[in-house]
């Protein structure tokens, strides 16, 4: 493979049915990859980290209580992680039905779903193509070259929430703590819900490095 490639897509080789349509998907895409096994998510790109899931993988990663260890492992270590659910959930559910002789409601998979989402972002799709379309717009936004790249973070917490905002430029571990109590800040869709009167109601944020955390995540400036 060539060197000069713009991104380096990791894949867990563990994903046997998925890696050759994920290496066809990286030769389209003009990408770099490699096979091999990872320690964390099926899918790595810089600073963002993929967990791939089908419906009835969900399912059964739900029963043997894999999934949030897996969620929680991931936000440790990355700054931007993610779970995908790909495919029917009637069928998922189904299917667990078919080869267990057991139920697992959509109640339950919906719930387990909400639950996850205290700890990670949680996506459903229909179908590998559009997991894999989506992937690649995730991976190129989390590791574009502007100012919402945020720095490693030296002192990792449970709370992705943390983990993101310390790691923005001017803002550090102090001020990102500030934040997450006095929003009670948890998962990923609190987070991107901040504007700039809440940011300022926390200890140590002016006009000034509200506006470094809106552009960090994308928001709007009021």
């Known amino acids: 493979m060539k060197n ?50 089908t419906t009835l993988d969900f399912i059964n990663s739900v029963i043997d209580g894999r999934m949030k260890k897996e969620a929680i492992d991931q936000a440790n270590h990355f700054p931007y992680h993610y779970v995908f659910i790909v495919g029917s959930v009637d069928g998922g559910c189904h299917m667990y039905k078919k080869y267990t002789k057991r139920q697992f409601h ?18 459903i799709l229909p179908r590998m193509m559009d997991a894999f379309q989506l992937m690649k717009k995730l991976f190129e936004k989390c590791n574009a070259t502007n100012n919402r790249v945020v720095r490693p973070v030296e002192k990792l917490s449970r709370n992705p929430c943390y983990n993101f905002l310390s790691g923005i430029p001017r803002i550090g571990q102090t001020r ?47």
């Open 106 to 123: 959509k109640t339950r998979f919906y719930s387990a779903v909400a639950s996850l989402s205290l700890y990670t972002t949680v996506i």
């Open 176 to 222: 990102a703590e500030n934040i997450c109590t006095m929003h009670n800040l948890k998962n990923a869709r609190q987070l991107w819900s901040l504007d700039k009167k809440k940011l300022m109601a926390c200890d140590g944020i002016g006009e000034s490095l509200a506006d470094v955390v809106l552009d960090a995540l994308g928001n709007e400036k009021e």
């Open 4 to 53: 000069d490639y713009k991104y380096k897509l990791f894949i867990d080789s563990r994903e046997h049915k998925r890696v050759k349509y994920a290496t066809q998907r990286c030769e389209l895409w003009g990408w770099d990859y490699e096979v091999k096994q990872l320690p964390y998510g099926d899918y790595v790109c810089g600073n963002c980290v993929i967990e791939y899931k």
